[in-house]
Structures are given as C-alpha cells and as structure tokens.
C-alpha cells in the first residue's frame, strides 16, 4: 500500500493555518490540527475544517491522558476523523476512547502517539486492547538537540509493523528522509514544518507525494 501524507497544522492560529492549508489542501490525505493549534484555539479548527474538507481525513493530535471517553466525544462530535492518545496514557483511556469511537462511523479511529520510554511490552497489550494505529515519533526537542534518524528507530519501526500495527511516522521530516524507510510497510508519513515552512508548501507538498510514489508501490 502506498503510505499516505499529512500535514500537522502546528500554526499558531487557525487564520494561519487556513492560509498555509490552502495551498496543499488538496494534495495531502490527512490534515492534522497540530497540538499547538489545539492549544490555542481548542476544537474550532476541527469543526471549520470538517466543514472545508468533508471528505478528508482529519487528525485531532490532542495526545490524550486522561478522561479517554469525554475526549474522543469532544473530538469526534467536532468532526475529527482520528484523534491521538499518549503513549503513557492509562489502558483503560485508551480503551475508552475506542469504545467511544465505534459509536460513530466506522473510520473513526485513536492513534497512539510514541514518545519517550514506552516498551513492546506496552505495545503488545494496546494491540491486544484493539488498538490498530501508532505514530512513531523523533520529537522536536529530541531533533533541536540534534538527534538524527538512525538504525535504532529503523529496527523499532520495523517490530511495530510486525506485530501488524499502521504505523505512521514522523518528527522534522524532510522529503529527502523518506528514503529511509522503503522497506517498510508506513502507513502514514507526517510532516508539519516540512512543507509549511517551505518556500511553495504546495510544490513541497507534490515533491513528498512524488518521492511516496517512487519507493511504494
Ligand atoms: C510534534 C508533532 C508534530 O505535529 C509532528 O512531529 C509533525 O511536525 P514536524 O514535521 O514539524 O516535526 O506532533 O509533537
Ligand atoms: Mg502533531
């Protein structure tokens, strides 16, 4: 399958965000409202953009803790299509979240954003709990401090698609990063400044299709 592309709206505002959106809208499978863009304006951009883009996928990165059931029905009552779960959220959040989200349509779904010390261990009771998605993260402060993509992350990629995860992938993504992954099975690639902070997101934005479709078939 070929992996798909999002944006993380990690904008300030949503007027920000609308404004960089617009130009590769349509090029990309899945908007994310970035978790800063949450924190400032709340559930508003999820609500204005189900009505922008009906047919997108639409990712809520709120990275739940807690309170599983209430979130999952704030965000997908405003009309996300998946929303985000920390990784050292407790199982029965994560449980209540998906609960919840097969009470409306069926492609209604909770990613588990990895981040710090999570363990297979861990992964094996989500998959157990029915979890299907991951997002395997090299987080922005772990980039700023000059962390690289490396063998390590590779390897833990490759036994979360094993154990039959979706697994998406993301953290500074640059296009000529994804080369790296072309031997395994991604299911989402996420780039946020990537293509935003491009000098034309919308020829970033054909550029990271482009080079998808030259490694997956
Ligand atoms: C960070 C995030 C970001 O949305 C994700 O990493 C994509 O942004 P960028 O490509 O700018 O790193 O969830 O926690
Ligand atoms: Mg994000």
């Not at 998906?98 to 861990?122: A, H, M, N, P």
């Not at 395994?184 to 054909?206: S, T």
Request: net charge neutral.
């Amino acid at each position: 399958m070929i992996p798909k592309l999002q944006v993380a709206l990690d904008n300030l505002s949503l007027k920000d965000a609308l404004k960089s959106l617009k130009e590769y809208g349509n090029i990309i499978d899945v908007i994310e409202v970035g978790t800063i863009l949450h924190v400032s304006e709340g559930l508003e951009p999820i609500r204005f953009l189900r009505i922008l883009y009906p047919e997108k996928i639409i990712l809520a990165d709120i990275k739940g803790a807690d309170a599983g059931s209430i979130l999952a029905k704030q965000c997908f009552d405003a009309g996300a299509t998946w929303m985000t779960a920390i990784c050292c959220a407790d199982i029965q959040t994560m449980k209540s979240m998906l609960k919840v989200s097969k009470e409306y349509e069926e492609d209604k779904d909770i990613q588990i954003e990895l981040y710090g010390d999570w363990t297979f261990e861990r992964a094996k009771i989500w998959k157990e709990a029915g979890l299907k998605q991951v997002v395997y993260h090299r987080s922005r402060d772990a980039e700023l401090s000059g962390k690289d993509w490396s063998d390590e992350d590779l390897i833990k990629i490759k036994k979360l698609c094993d154990m039959d995860f979706k697994v998406t992938v993301t953290g500074g993504l640059k296009v000529e990063n994804l080369k790296l992954f072309k031997n395994l099975p991604i299911y989402c690639f996420i780039a946020g400044r990537g293509i935003r902070e491009a000098k034309n997101p919308k020829q970033m934005a054909m550029n990271f299709k482009e080079e998808i479709k030259k490694y997956w078939k």
